[in-house]
């Protein structure tokens, strides 16, 4: 299974430091990726763990001050990118043509991207769960080839569930990836949204999915480490 940690806004430079001499003990048959906030890219130092960003720039390189590009990352080692999380798009207004530039400068140079997709509350209760999903998911992915869509990771997020403790049910966790392995047949899915030790059972019943993506659990190395123990294989 991928279990992705992704640290947010997070840590200062001494945390930090602390926090991956922590996470070194961690010893796991699971593939792991941290992917801390991006001033700490280039001190990662774990041989247990994969390196992954949390955000890349549209744009390929240029005058485009503040941006890191694809080529900047894969000179740094990182592997996996996450792109298009709902915080992002919320406080970013990061739009699906945005995702499908970042998606392709990514698979460019060869790093993975893990897409975030995900209905909100209100798009939940008013069952336009399905009809968005895929949606997103063809505006995210157009000009994209099947060898090319392949290559992404999709992480499932139900926006309602980031940070605040409610999941969905196994049955609606399975209606979504039923839907995303209709699109996508070859691709690996990830679950994110408050997965903790108290839900992992459930949703180590879920067939469909590969992983999963932390942000909170990432942070508390005791509550994280029996996660990934938990983790079925
Ligand atoms: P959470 O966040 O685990 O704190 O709900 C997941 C995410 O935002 O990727």
């Known amino acids: 299974m991928i279990i992705v940690l992704n640290n947010k806004c997070h840590l200062t430079k001494e945390e930090f ?13 699971h593939k792991l990726i941290l992917c801390p906030s991006t001033i700490h890219l280039t001190n990662f130092n774990l041989d247990n763990m994969e390196l992954g960003s949390q955000n890349v720039s ?15 990352l894969k000179s740094y080692k990182v592997q996996y990118c996450i792109v298009g999380h709902s915080e992002r798009r ?5 739009t699906s043509k945005e995702i499908n530039a970042k998606l392709k ?3 460019k140079n060869e790093i993975t ?7 909100t509350l209100k798009e939940r209760k008013t069952k336009q ?4 999903i895929k949606q997103d998911l063809q505006k995210c992915l157009q000009d994209l080839n099947n060898k090319e869509r392949e290559r992404i990771i999709i992480a499932y997020e139900p926006i309602w569930s980031i940070g605040t403790g409610k999941i969905p049910t196994v049955e609606e966790i399975k209606e979504v990836c039923t839907l995303i392995k209709e699109q996508l047949p070859q691709n690996k899915i990830i679950y994110g949204g408050s997965a903790n030790n108290s839900n992992i059972e ?14 909170g659990l990432s942070l508390k190395i005791d509550k994280l480490k029996e996660f990934i123990q938990k983790v079925k294989n």
């Open 17 to 29: 430091k602390k926090y991956q001499q922590e996470l070194k003990e961690i010893t796991s048959t």
């Open 58 to 72: 549209q744009f390929e390189q240029g005058a485009h001050t503040g941006e890191i590009s694809s080529q900047q």
């Open 90 to 94: 919320r406080e970013n207004q990061e």
């Open 105 to 107: 400068n990514l698979l």
């Open 113 to 119: 991207p893990i897409l975030c997709i995900g209905e």
């Open 129 to 132: 769960t399905k009809q968005i």
């Open 202 to 215: 459930m949703l180590n019943k879920i067939p469909q999915i590969n992983g999963y993506l932390l942000g």
